[in-house]
């Protein structure tokens, strides 16, 4: 069972940082069910795995968006 992710990346500011979000985590194998909330600065989504949670983060970082657990 995926296990669900919601992270706070408090660089997102409007639907074009959206869009890159999740066109970065649609680049990690094991990742599904992407949803940002641009209001609340939010990144949720589900996770294969330990490893796969990681290898997000650090697609969210290079994409200028590193996220913090919350």
Do not use: N
Not at 5 to 18: E, F, K, N, R
Not at 31 to 46: C, I, L, P, Y
């Amino acid at each position: 069972m995926p296990d669900q992710v919601v992270w706070v990346a408090p660089d997102i500011s409007c639907g074009h940082c959206a869009m890159r979000i999740r066109k970065a985590l649609a680049e990690v194998d094991g990742v599904a069910a992407v949803s940002v909330d641009v209001e609340r600065k939010t990144v949720r989504f589900a996770a294969s795995d330990a490893a796969t949670v990681e290898h997000a983060r650090q697609a969210l970082v290079a994409a200028g968006y590193p996220p913090r657990d919350d």
